[in-house]
């Protein structure tokens, strides 16, 4: 079988695959339209370029698609499934590394390091003006229960804070120490939110004015999952009118389909807003990708192809 790798991946994935006797074929730097799509018969791809129908229908001899990483919101999910085409995903591999950064950024962001760092370096040393939160004693909720939302309440566990979850999907998940609520309950009593949903139709812009008019207090928001699920310019607002004290982002709105940049093109104006306010903690999308995920990404891919019997 003619496996294509599209994006760059571990090298431990690679020499599996070709243990299991796939016949690997390299292609990291063609475009979609160069692609011989009816040699591929499977491929495995981070985000380089979406799997539209247009292309996916050129691939008639496509058995598998093999994503490093967690969302398969750039594959046309509904034509996979109409053509028996399987999509394999590997959110196992990169849960820690998204509940360490989530956890790592909520710490900065509440007791303002990123701030005092740089007042620090400038020769400014103002401590109770950088006193800070601690997260004991705090009500945490996490909308989405799946690999990163328990690997985030895990992180959370030791921490001495409640932990409220909220997944629309799933019902009796949680471990004990764990409270399943229903939505208005977390907006209720939570005072941090945190984010792990997948990017669906129903939810790009979930988290809109609406949606946080709906909080009882004033809250942290941390957003690891995918930009397009938080409305930027609702956000900026909360942010100005205080319903949201600060705001950990890993994503944006703006990102392109690939994830690489937002830099292109006019820049919004909550974007900027948002690059400027020390009220928010930014990375560019990278919760996921630590070297150690990197290679339980690609441990899991190897398994489930083991597990779907396309070992040769």
């Known amino acids: 079988m003619s496996v294509f790798i599209i994006d760059t991946v571990h090298p431990s994935l690679l020499a599996g695959l ?33 799997l539209d ?19 398969l919101e750039n594959i046309d999910r509904n034509f ?25 950024m909520l710490l900065s962001i509440l007791n303002r390091l990123r701030i005092a760092d740089r ?10 003006e950088n006193r800070g939160y601690e997260i004991a004693g705090k009500t945490v909720g996490i909308i989405g229960f799946g690999q990163m939302g328990s690997a985030f309440a895990e992180k959370l566990a030791s921490f001495h804070c409640r932990i409220l979850s909220y997944d629309k999907y799933k019902s009796n998940y949680a471990p004990v120490g764990i409270e399943e609520v229903d939505l208005k309950t977390l907006q209720a009593e939570a005072d941090i939110l945190s984010i792990h949903i997948p990017q669906t139709d129903e939810n790009i812009k979930l ?13 942290y928001l941390i ?36 994830f690489e940049s937002i830099f292109q093109g006019e820049k919004p104006a909550a974007l900027d807003y948002l690059l400027k306010s020390d009220k928010v903690i930014l990375s560019p999308h990278i919760a996921g990708w ?5 290679e339980k990404m690609a441990q899991v891919i190897l398994k489930k192809l083991k597990t779907l019997n396309y070992e040769r």
């Not at 007042?119 to 109770?128: A, Q």
Request: aromatic fraction near 8%.
């Open 80 to 104: 996979c499934a109409a053509k028996g085409i399987e999509l394999i995903a590997a959110p196992e591999g990169n849960r820690n590394a998204v509940a360490e950064h989530a956890l790592g």
């Open 290 to 294: 630590s070297f150690e995920s990197n």
């Open 207 to 219: 988290v809109d004015a609406t949606f946080l008019a709906q909080f009882k207090k004033p809250i």
């Open 223 to 258: 957003n690891t999952a995918r930009g397009k699920i938080v409305e930027s310019h609702s956000l900026v607002a909360a942010i100005e009118s205080g319903a949201v004290l600060g705001a950990c982002l890993d994503v944006l709105e703006y990102e392109k389909s690939s």
């Open 119 to 128: 007042e620090v370096r400038s020769g400014i040393w103002l401590r109770e």
């Open 53 to 71: 129908a247009s292309l996916l229908a050129q691939a008639t001899n496509l058995k598998f698609i093999a994503r490093v990483g967690a969302g």
């Open 18 to 50: 070709r243990q299991m006797g796939f016949s690997i074929i390299e292609e990291y730097k063609k475009a979609a339209t160069e692609i011989p799509w009816p040699e591929v018969e499977g491929m495995v791809i981070r985000s380089r370029f979406p």
